[in-house]
């Protein structure tokens, strides 16, 4: 088969996986907390038999993540919490692996336990956060959560838990399959102390809509570029097997 197929072939191939990191970040680009995800291409030239290589392979890889913070969306929720600087919330997997996220619209189930949005448990400094009938709940700077108690007035504040705000280096972070952030090495991070909260507001996703739709845009001329090559090779190799069958 002629080179030439193979190389836009996989041209084609991982342009397809750059428009799907791409085309992923705009579907998130109204979910709170999101942090975008970079594509980058590069040539990885073939080494085969002797002499210097002549034809490269494309290749697309998604090596990091865009951990720029997002802008603050005021919602005047109680349980709303937005991360001043930098750090996560903690939330466990339910595989039991704890993960961190900068999403904070939070809620109480039927059982009185703290989770956000998504079902996943919200991380105390003790583990999960279960909060007795209230008639109140106030989330500190520091990520303690003061309640009044139901049928107790507003004089009676009990701090019940504090929020496990950690901060690790977010080059050992890595997103898994549900777009949460675990640690590369599997350990759980430490808590900081200095990380911050905010009540009553969600930071918006970070994720730039004109950035990311002319990047569609460009990949798809791309993608169609390598498909028109391919057919041109098909073409060749047609016209030289009609010359090879006259001879």
């Known amino acids: ?46 080494f085969y038999g ?66 956000n949005s998504e079902g996943m448990i919200v991380l105390g ?16 700077l520091d990520g303690s959560i003061s309640i009044i108690n139901a049928g107790e007035g507003p004089q009676t504040p009990a701090q019940i838990a504090r929020l496990r705000l950690v901060n690790p280096d977010v080059a050992n972070l890595e997103k898994d399959e549900s777009g949460y952030f675990v640690t590369r090495d599997g350990e759980a991070a430490a808590v900081d102390a200095n990380v911050q909260v905010t009540s009553g507001f969600l930071e918006a996703s970070n994720v730039n809509a004109m950035h990311e739709f002319t990047s569609v845009l460009t990949l798809a001329r791309q993608y169609e570029l390598h498909v028109k090559l391919m057919g041109s090779v098909q073409e060749n190799s047609e016209a030289s097997a009609r010359m090879l069958q006259i001879s």
Do not use: C, W
Not at 20 to 37: M, Q, V, Y
Not at 125 to 140: F, R, T, W, Y
């Open 50 to 115: 002797d002499g210097h290589p002549t034809r490269a392979y494309a290749l697309t890889e998604s090596p990091a993540t865009d951990f720029a913070h997002g802008a603050f969306i005021e919602t005047g929720r109680e349980l709303d919490v937005a991360i001043n600087g930098d750090g996560f919330l903690a939330v466990q997997l339910p595989d039991g692996r704890e993960a961190y996220t900068r999403a904070g619209n939070l809620l109480i189930d039927a059982d009185g336990i703290l989770r």
């Open 1 to 46: 088969m002629d080179k030439a197929l193979y190389v836009s072939m996989t041209a084609a191939k991982h342009n397809m996986r750059a428009q799907t990191a791409h085309s992923n970040n705009l579907a998130n680009i109204n979910t709170h907390g999101f942090k975008a995800d970079f594509a980058q291409a590069r040539a990885m030239p073939v």
């Open 125 to 140: 400094d003790g583990g999960p956060i279960a909060l007795p009938p209230q008639e109140k709940v106030e989330v500190g």
